[in-house]
Structures are given as C-alpha cells and as structure tokens.
Nanobody
Framework: QVQLVESGGGVVQVGGSLRLSCAASGGTFTTYNIGWFRQAPGKERELVAAVSATDGLWYGDSAGGRVTIARDNAKNTVYLHMYRLRPEDTAVYYC????????????????WGQGTQVTVSS
C-alpha cells in the first residue's frame, strides 16, 4: 500500500506560480500512475494532470495549458508546476495513485493524499 503526502501549497497572487510535490512511500512507486486532482468548495473533484507508470502524460481541461507534470522515480515524487495562476485555481489539490489502465477519473485511483490548499488572491 502506498502513502502519499502533498506539499507546496499556499497563497499566491494572480499570475504567480507554484510547484506542488507528491511524495510517495510504500509500494513500488514505478508501477503507479499518479494523478493530480483539485476540488473547490461546492464542486466535484477534477483532474488537473496525470503521469502514467510508463511516463504518458494527461492534462485535464482545467489545466488550460498552465500546468506541467513530471515524475522523479529516483525520489518517489511527482511534481505539478502551475503557472499564471488565476483565482479560479483556488482549491484543495490532491495527488492519487493507481495501477489501472486509465488515469483521468477519480475512480481510476486507489490511494489518495490528504491534499494541500492553494489559494490565489487578486
């Protein structure tokens, strides 16, 4: 069983950037697809980006070309770089791990971190 810990959230001004980290422990990291999701108050959890065990990349509609995802298998960590942040990017960001063939849905993942808050202030 893998444990996930997110870090790097905080308060940032409109137009700023953040790098979120998802550190994994337990399990075999290289066999997991890792996804970043976000959930704003009153809204459903949605995919931001995902990287598969074979380094395939997916970006959700919410990304808008303003995020990049990268995994570092040597550090058991996946990074989410976010740029040109907007107030609507304010949400709790979660990373998740799964071993299936799909990566874009919440149900594709078995393990979740506790989340990290990102607040974009104007």
């Amino acid at each position: 069983q893998v444990q996930l810990v997110e870090s790097g959230g905080g308060v940032v001004q409109v137009g700023g950037s953040l790098r979120l980290s998802c550190a994994a422990s337990g399990g075999t990291f290289t066999t997991y697809n890792i996804g970043w999701f976000r959930q704003a108050p009153g809204k459903e959890r949605e995919l931001v980006a995902a990287v598969s065990a074979t380094d395939g990349l997916w970006y959700g509609d919410s990304a808008g070309g303003r995020v990049t995802i990268a995994r570092d298998n040597a550090k058991n960590t996946v990074y989410l770089h976010m740029y040109r942040l907007r107030p609507e990017d304010t949400a709790v960001y979660y990373c998740a791990a799964g071993e299936g063939s799909r990566v874009s849905r919440v149900n594709d993942y078995d393990y979740w971190g506790q989340g990290t808050q990102v607040t974009v202030s104007s």
